[in-house]
């Protein structure tokens, strides 16, 4: 379990390193940070859902797995909105760092190392870039409009600027269809997408240089913390209700559920608000936390329910 955390902290340890001996610049966290959101992470994900086989889990497992994604990531919504006093963007990143889960780069391997195989986290995968991704964004798009009388139409224009969201549409439309891409073309997306998780945990590590009084007002420890409660605690708490007293899981179908709603808060939460212009402070250390703390989290779901 914990070799799936090893390439985690080295590469943010490697983005630390350069971060603080500035050899990339003063902006290099911004520049990466555009770079696998415009660039890279389009093309992983694009990769990704044309290669994804059109079978998954039972209907029940994904349900409870969305049920508790979207319960949770509305009190860090409401948490961030009436407690906490944020904006609208800011708003969006917190409900996202309580439950967007990290189902790339760490889900992926620990899946098929717990459970042999990478099924259902392929689903939640899918979830999150088709049904999740379009309404962060969106969200995030309407908070960035200066004047209310577009953000309608900014809204609906969304997929248009957004490559991200471009990707994921082309990637499920030819997935669904059963269309691979041309060789050369799979192989050069392959490759392009083979540098967003390096480079978004290259960028996280960067963003963990302090950087003066420019770098963002400050969060209060008890936003972190509650964000890392709901995301590392609450969150598969709560699937593992719905997914044994409500849907009536249990075996590895109930350890897929549980083991993923699990994973920490996903590095595109940092991505995401710093494309939008969110100061990425918060998003990293629940990030940071998150992971740190999933190290048992994930290690003791999966001794319980195994």
Known sequence: MLAAFVPI?????????TGRTRVLGPAAVDVLGAFVFYVAMPAA???TLTRQPLGGPAGRAVAAFATATLIIGAVGFCA???????????????????????????????????LGDASFIAVVLLIQTTILTPIILGTLDIAQSEHSAGRWRRLLTVPLRSPVMLACL?????????????????DTVALLGDAAVPSALIALGLSLVPRGPADGEPRRPAEVALS???????????????GRFVFGLSGPALLAVVLCSALPTAQNTFVYGRAYGVDGTFARDVIVASTALSMATLSITAALLR
């Open 9 to 17: 902290w080295a590469l943010t340890a490697v983005g630390y390193l």
């Open 45 to 47: 994900l694009l990769d």
């Open 80 to 114: 961030a909105r009436w407690v906490f006093r944020r904006s609208l963007a800011e708003q969006t990143v917190a409900a996202m760092a309580s439950a967007y889960v990290n189902a790339g780069n760490l889900g992926i391997p620990v899946a098929v190392r717990v």
């Open 170 to 186: 082309a990637g499920v439309i030819l997935g669904a269809a059963g269309v691979h891409l041309p060789s050369l073309m799979g």
């Open 228 to 242: 890392v409660l709901l995301k590392s605690c609450v969150q598969p708490a709560l699937c593992f209700a719905l």
